[in-house]
T-cell receptor
Framework: GESVGLHLPTLSVQEGDNSIINCAYS??????FIWYKQESGKGPQFIID?????DKRQGQRVTVLLNKTVKHLSLQIAATQPGDSAVYFC???????????FGAGTRLFVKA | DAGVIQSPRHEVTEMGQEVTLRCKPI?????LFWYRQTMMRGLELLIY????????DSGMPEDRFSAKMPNASFSTLKIQPSEPRDSAVYFC????????????FGSGTQLSVL
């Protein structure tokens, strides 16, 4: 079936640096995108979302960018901390639908 | 809010046995999802309920899998008979409404079928 793709399965960054996690989505009809964080032994947790009428949204230390032209999402984490170490999933869904399609995930390692 | 509650956290069983996983969604949420997570296939949607009614079960692997939602505060996922290839982490998630909305996940049930 359709899936959201993540091409960098592992990302290692130094504590204090900025992290960028990228994601390509495949469904042109998708109009709502979400980033989830999954720590070991836990379920995915919502971080930030963005709708297709926006190209940027900022939260606390996180920013999501959406480029609909090339169907690309990115998650930027400022001043990465050890607690940010986790697997990050991008996900897509669409108005009128109920399915959330998850990407493969990127594991973020933060080096102290 | 207690969040989505799943039980058991871990389940080890032998091939051929029946397994029942349980989920209590967040109070007031009317959409409930069962997902399965494996290294090979990632997060897969198994079944979706809206207002306690199964809307789409096309992700259920085969007839050995069944799910119920007898009321707004409880759902079960049953595997009978279980097979080693069913070993995975099973997540329940709920959302506040139908349609595109963020999901709230439980902590999952780690299932091992020997």
């Amino acid at each position: 079936g359709e899936s959201v793709g993540l091409h960098l399965p592992t990302l290692s960054v130094q504590e204090g640096d900025n992290s960028i996690i990228n994601c390509a989505y495949s469904n042109s009809a998708s109009d709502y995108f979400i980033w989830y964080k999954q720590e070991s032994g836990k379920g995915p947790q919502f971080i930030i979302d963005i709708r297709s009428n926006m190209d940027k949204r900022q939260g606390q230390r996180v920013t999501v960018l959406l480029n609909k032209t090339v169907k690309h999402l990115s998650l930027q984490i400022a001043a990465t901390q050890p607690g940010d170490s986790a697997v990050y999933f991008c996900a897509e869904t669409w108005t009128g639908g109920f399915k959330t399609i998850f990407g493969a995930g990127t594991r973020l390692f933060v080096k102290a | 809010d207690a969040g989505v509650i799943q039980s058991p956290r871990h389940e080890v069983t032998e091939m051929g046995q029946e397994v029942t996983l349980r989920c209590k969604p967040i109070s007031g949420h009317n959409s409930l999802f069962w997902y399965r997570q494996t290294m090979m296939r990632g997060l897969e949607l198994l079944i979706y309920f809206n207002n306690n009614v199964p809307i789409d079960d096309s992700g259920m692997p085969e007839d050995r899998f069944s799910a119920k939602m007898p009321n707004a505060s409880f759902s079960t996922l049953k595997i009978q008979p279980s097979e080693p290839r069913d070993s995975a982490v099973y997540f329940c998630a709920s959302s506040s409404r139908a349609g595109p909305e963020k999901l709230f996940f439980g902590s999952g049930t780690q299932l091992s079928v020997l």
